[in-house]
């Protein structure tokens, strides 16, 4: 049987999916870890994920490999990749949680204006995004930006190992602050703003459609991960992207990520331009937009509220759901810094304290200071006038919490679906490869693959999250 291969390439791993091409079922999986990294400097080298992908791959059967028609890869968005003449790396890559570019993404901001880039990129720049990285890199290592030959995204870097194509798709690109997701261009003024010549465009990656393949292994990469060069490699995308299209979701559907980092989204069909820098008007994976709001901290809060109270994350969340109440303690979780709102510099914060506080109250705020941050994050979409009727989606590793769970649902006050779907960026790097293996559209594909199935989680109507939100709202005023 015919089978694909979808690539979730994150920051602190990459895992591979099968997936049989017809039905969808799931044939095998494997994984392999990333150096790990610890803000606000973080980078990785691209070797080191060159190297996940074939461990990852290689731990896949021999029959399964024997079989495979097609693969793609999802990405860590916004990470900046150097390459020389002869593709290797001519430094480190830095990752969207490196946050030294911070005053580097003030400097863009400044001399373009918020208006500017919220109108041309659908995004107004902080320390992630790519261009600001390049700022860094421009005004830090000009000797790297000498050696510079071809500049990709973490994605890209992967795409043009496996098919010596240097291609990007309009998803990731947009989150790169020098591509317009509305006109599919790429924006010399953001380059120069950056402190590279306009002829930079040069260097970046053709953009392909979300239904192009970008071409077939090379030699080395067959080899390398035992496949066949008859193979096709999809266009790839960011992590975001990805999982909005192994979620199957629709126009006003929403998703929330629980990972490293926090995110926040809607598949919409229509752009945004937010001056205020909330959200990121982002290109989706299937020619749309899925304008994102991203929070720097996530299950690594509550991972560390854990670690305090002497316990692992499902311990904590056994202490949450046994709080009385929660008293008035709000925990604001920006641990290492904030990207929403962009506050870079801050740090995390406890209101509310009390002698009587218990154990229970505390592990209950800080699963509720990590949704609501997230919630307020939906807020700023629909502010933005993006439809957010539709379905939540509960994802990331943080969803197979019962405590995340049943409080993102309590807070939110409506029901909330958390998918069967397990590794949602990888299933929609497989929906990509089926796509360009010439299995149908996008639709077709989530359809016959019945993507989108999952358990529903209803609120407690008992719960006052007016209230919970109100406090967040106040302690981060």
């Keep these: 049987m015919p089978v694909v291969l979808g690539v979730d390439s994150s920051t602190q791993s990459t895992k591979v999916e099968a997936r049989d091409l017809d039905s969808g079922q799931v044939l095998g999986s494997g994984s392999a870890p990333h150096p790990p990294t610890t803000p606000p400097v973080s980078e990785q080298d691209p070797e080191a994920w060159r190297q996940a992908l074939i461990a990852a791959v290689q ?52 001399t373009l204006g918020a208006n500017w880039w919220a109108s041309s990129v659908g995004s107004v720049p902080v320390a992630a995004f790519t261009v600001a990285k390049l700022a860094w890199v421009a005004e830090h290592e000009p000797e790297a930006i000498e050696r510079t030959a071809r500049v990709c995204l973490p994605h890209d870097a992967l795409t043009l190992w496996l098919c010596g194509e240097h291609v990007t798709d309009r998803g990731d690109a947009s989150g790169s602050g020098w591509f317009d997701p509305a006109t599919g261009s790429y924006l010399p003024d953001a380059l120069t703003a950056a402190g590279v010549d306009a002829s930079w465009v040069d260097r970046l990656p053709r953009v392909v459609g979300p239904a192009e393949a970008a071409g077939a292994l090379t030699a080395e990469a067959a080899e390398a991960l035992g496949l066949s060069t008859s193979v096709v490699v999809g266009p790839g995308s960011g992590d975001n992207m990805g999982a909005a299209l192994g979620l199957g979701l629709s126009v006003g559907d929403l998703a929330i990520s629980l990972g490293t980092s926090g995110v926040a989204y809607a598949r ?47 311990g904590l969340a056994e202490l949450a759901l046994q709080a009385d109440g929660g008293g008035e303690l709000t925990v604001v979780p920006w641990f290492d810094g904030e990207r929403t709102p962009n506050r870079p510099d801050a740090a995390g914060v406890m209101a509310g304290l009390r002698t009587d506080t218990t154990r229970e109250q505390l592990a209950l705020a800080a699963h509720d200071g990590v949704l609501c941050g997230l919630l307020h994050g939906v807020d700023a979409l629909a502010d933005c006038d993006v439809a957010t009727d539709g379905v939540l989606h509960l994802i990331g590793g943080g969803a197979r919490s019962v405590a995340y769970r049943q409080r993102c649902a309590d807070l939110w006050q409506r029901p909330i679906l958390v998918p069967d779907a397990d590794e949602t960026v990888a299933t929609g790097a497989a929906v990509q490869a089926a796509v360009a293996a010439g299995l149908g559209t996008f639709d077709d594909v989530q359809a016959a693959w019945q993507l989108g199935a999952g358990t529903s989680i ?20």
């Design 59 to 110: 731990s896949l059967s021999a029959e399964i490999r024997r079989d495979v028609v097609a693969i793609s890869v999802a990405g860590q968005q916004h990470g900046l990749v150097l390459l020389d003449a002869h593709g290797a790396a001519v430094r480190p890559a830095k990752l969207w949680n490196d946050t030294t570019s911070a005053p580097q993404a003030d400097r863009l901001v400044e």
């Design 268 to 314: 919409s069909a229509t752009g945004t331009a937010d001056e205020s820098g909330s959200v990121a008007g982002f290109a989706d994976a299937a020619g749309g937009f899925l304008p994102l709001v991203c929070t720097l901290n996530a299950t690594k809060v509550t991972d560390t509220v854990a670690r305090w109270l002497g316990t692992d994350a499902p």
């Design 458 to 477: 209803e609120p407690d109507a008992s719960v006052d999250a007016t209230a919970i939100r109100d406090r967040y709202a106040d302690a981060t005023a």
